[in-house]
């Protein structure tokens, strides 16, 4: 008999077959060839997942003062993330400067990411300065803001509003670094200045 007959009569099943061994030398020589299994770097036991009541957290910079503060009554950390997770949490940037109160600001969840570099605040946000020198106090209520902790910025596409004594700006999307005062609005910006005193 012809293999080659044999063979047509017997298609599909000697597809199916050369298909396997295919597959099965491609592993073998993937298995062979291919790289290591990369190392863990990871020293110590694995961190695991855990959950904390009434958290408190202080973020320190390079020279070891206290900067970032920020407090929860329920925060998360999920196995095999190092973020945080966090419920209502309210928090504390430095203004970094003698005489200029720190900003309070609160929202309805937060996130933080592993190094702390970046911070997430979802929901209603609402932060406010108080008062000081001639400068009155400060609210700004918006939503959805993204934070940079160590550089004291943040920004949100949101609708935003700031009420500086009688001062009032709303526009729909913000920027803020707070370093250096300087606040931005991005799209339907209405503004009211009261008359300066003499």
């Known amino acids: ?17 050369a298909i396997a061994l295919a597959a099965g030398v491609a592993q073998l020589l993937l298995w062979w060839f291919g790289p290591a299994p990369k190392a863990s770097d990871f ?5 695991s997942s855990y959950t904390l009541t009434d958290a ?18 329920h925060l998360e950390r999920r196995e095999g993330d ?10 504390q940037l430095p203004a970094h400067q003698a005489g ?8 309805l969840y937060g996130w933080v990411n592993k190094d702390g570099s970046l911070l997430k605040l979802q929901g209603p946000v609402e932060m406010h300065r108080e008062a000081f020198d001639d400068t009155p106090a400060t ?27 009688g001062t009032r700006i709303s526009g729909i999307g913000m920027r803020a ?8 609005l991005l799209d339907d910006v209405h503004a009211t200045f009261p ?4």
């Not at 008999?1 to 077959?17: E, G, H, K, V």
């Not at 408190?56 to 929860?72: C, I, K, V, W």
């Not at 008359?195 to 003499?198: F, G, H, N, T």
């Open 1 to 17: 008999m012809n293999l080659r007959l044999w063979l047509r009569d017997r298609r599909l099943p000697a597809a199916t077959i």
């Open 43 to 47: 020293v110590g036991p694995p961190r």
């Open 56 to 73: 408190r957290m202080t973020e320190f910079n390079a020279a070891g003062q206290p900067g970032f503060h920020l407090q929860s009554p």
């Open 82 to 91: 190092d973020s945080l997770y966090l419920n209502a949490p309210t928090f």
């Open 100 to 107: 200029v109160p720190d900003w309070q600001g609160q929202s």
């Open 139 to 165: 609210r700004i209520q918006t939503a959805d803001v993204t934070a940079w902790p160590k550089q004291n910025r943040l920004e949100t596409a949101a609708p935003a509003q700031m009420v500086q004594g």
């Open 177 to 184: 670094d707070l370093n250096d005062k300087h606040l931005e």
């Open 195 to 198: 008359p300066r005193q003499r």
